[in-house]
Nanobody, 122 residues
């Protein structure tokens, strides 16, 4: 089983930007799809964004489409989430995830990080 370690969370004001990063290590080379989930207060964990092994496909939750951008750098074994125009409802714990398949990652990722906290004040 691999290891995913998130960083970059913090406390910001509405309208600000944050960039989350995830360091990936020890994953089987076939576990190539990457993504982000979040858990906001009072809600279950939800899909945020995903990116395929080649980086040519991405997917976003409707709530973040146009504001968040996912990217990956396989030379550094990282996957990042650029979050712009943050809103108070984006507050939560953000988890880096990985899965064999891009198509199934948004439903049940195989591998999870421990999460990083994001707090957006109004």
């Amino acid at each position: 089983q691999g290891k995913l370690v998130e960083s970059g969370g913090g406390y910001v004001q509405a309208g600000d930007s944050l960039r989350l990063s995830c360091a990936v290590s020890g994953l089987n080379q076939n576990v190539n799809a990457r993504g982000w989930f979040r858990q906001t207060p009072g809600r279950d964990r939800e899909f945020v964004a995903s990116i395929s092994w080649s980086g040519d496909r991405t997917a976003y939750a409707d709530s973040v489409e146009g504001r968040f951008t996912i990217s990956r750098d396989d030379s550094k074994n990282t996957v990042d989430l650029q979050m712009n125009d943050l809103k108070p409802e984006d507050t939560g714990t953000y988890y880096c995830v990985a899965d064999l398949f891009f198509e199934t990652l948004r439903r049940h990722p195989d591998v999870w990080g421990r999460g990083t906290q994001v707090f957006v004040s109004s």
